[in-house]
């Protein structure tokens, strides 16, 4: 185990509208405020077609492939996720949502896009003091949190 430790700077609340896109629009706005590290939470609609990594295929392969699932129709959503900085000093979103519709839930990570059906609301938590930073893992080729 690594750790690091933070404070709460900023808070920011956030609504994002029919068509916006996670992770996109939030690390858009992320590096507009200058947030190098921070947790989210996400609670609103997902539309149709929005795309979710499940997983990889193949959990043993040495180069896994991300299994990637379309939500078929407006799903209800919740998550909660973390952003830092890669490498490049570019803030990341890495956010797992739960999405359910009609008694079927997709729970999986948001990094293929998600579209926001309607209403989408965000709460930003900035950590401040912190050297937390993603970077590429030469072993896996993932951008991972380096603490």
Known sequence: MQ???ASIGRIFIL???N???IPGTIEKFAKDKQI???TVLF???ADKDSKVVVGPE???AKDPIPQVNELIGVSEA???GTIFVNEDEIPKLHLH???GRDGETVTGCTREGIDIWHIGEVIILELINSSAQRRIDPATGFELLEV
């Open 58 to 60: 193949d959990g043993s």
């Open 97 to 99: 949502s739960a999405f």
């Open 15 to 17: 609504r994002l509208e």
């Open 78 to 80: 919740v998550g909660v």
């Open 43 to 45: 609670i609103g609609g």
């Open 19 to 21: 068509g916006d896109q």
């Open 36 to 38: 190098g590290s921070a």
């Open 3 to 5: 750790y690091s430790e």
